[in-house]
């Protein structure tokens, strides 16, 4: 498919494990986001990616998040020393444009339960 | 106060019914606003950009209030396959960390 890819769809970890968490954006797309969502709550903007710019991360909740963006395509959001308060739904999206020049497309998403 | 405000409802009408809701942001300076539609468990998808002078998308009409700062969808015809929830999106400065979603209004259309 030509859509928003993400993995894994589902991760059970332990308190204090380390995840990582990957998109792979639609082809073409320059612009790339990270939002997580929680149960009945909206999405919550972590970081975002725009060409060869440097990342906004001002939504990162703490320094325990972090992600990249390799070659401009695939990327990897990382959760270190995972707390149960991490457990979510996290969203990838990417845009054809920069943010708030067009239509967001997500990814399914992952869903993220810490023990 | 949050920056982007919904009832989350649940908005429970008969199919073929008239719904409306809307949504109110405080930022003045907001410049972009959308209506987005998930479904439950599932990810969010674009319904329809708000401009400035509305629009009408079949049976889904959404308008703009800048003056109260709120925008609105109304869905005309409800069918069963309205049922989701509608998260109102709106963007303050081009920035990404200034697209700010909505909870959602959740609605249930019932046969």
């Known amino acids: 498919g030509a859509g928003v890819s993400q993995s894994p769809s589902n991760k059970v970890t332990e308190k204090g494990k380390d995840v990582e968490l990957r998109c792979d954006p639609i082809?073409?797309?320059?612009?790339l986001y990270w939002y997580r969502q929680s149960l009945g709550q909206g999405l919550e903007f972590l970081i975002y990616?725009?060409?060869?710019?440097?990342?906004?991360k001002s939504g990162l909740p703490s320094d325990r998040f972090s992600a990249e963006r390799t070659g401009g395509s695939v990327s990897t959001l990382t959760i270190q020393r995972t707390q149960q308060e991490d457990s979510a739904v996290y969203l990838c999206?990417?845009?054809?444009?920069?943010?708030?020049?067009?239509?967001?497309?997500f990814g399914e998403g992952s869903r993220l339960t810490v023990l | 106060r949050k920056e982007v405000e919904q009832d989350p409802g649940p908005f429970n009408v008969p199919e073929g019914a008239t719904v409306a809701f809307n949504c109110t942001y405080s930022?003045?300076?907001?410049?972009?606003f959308f209506w987005y539609r998930q479904d439950c468990r599932k990810e969010p998808k674009l319904l329809m950009s708000v401009y400035s002078s509305g629009n009408e998308d079949g049976r889904f009409t959404a308008q703009l209030n800048r003056a109260s700062q709120y925008i609105s969808l109304l869905i005309r015809d409800s069918k069963l396959s309205d049922s989701a929830t509608y998260l109102c999106?709106?963007?303050?400065?081009?920035?990404?960390?200034?697209?700010?979603f909505g909870s959602g209004t959740r609605l249930s259309i019932r046969p």
């Open positions: 999106v709106v963007n303050a400065h081009s920035s990404a960390s200034k697209i700010i």
């Open positions: 990616f725009q060409g060869n710019s440097a990342p906004d």
């Open positions: 082809s073409g797309h320059t612009a």
């Open positions: 999206a990417s845009s054809l444009g920069g943010a708030g020049t067009g239509e967001l497309f």
């Open positions: 930022n003045s300076a907001s410049q972009s």
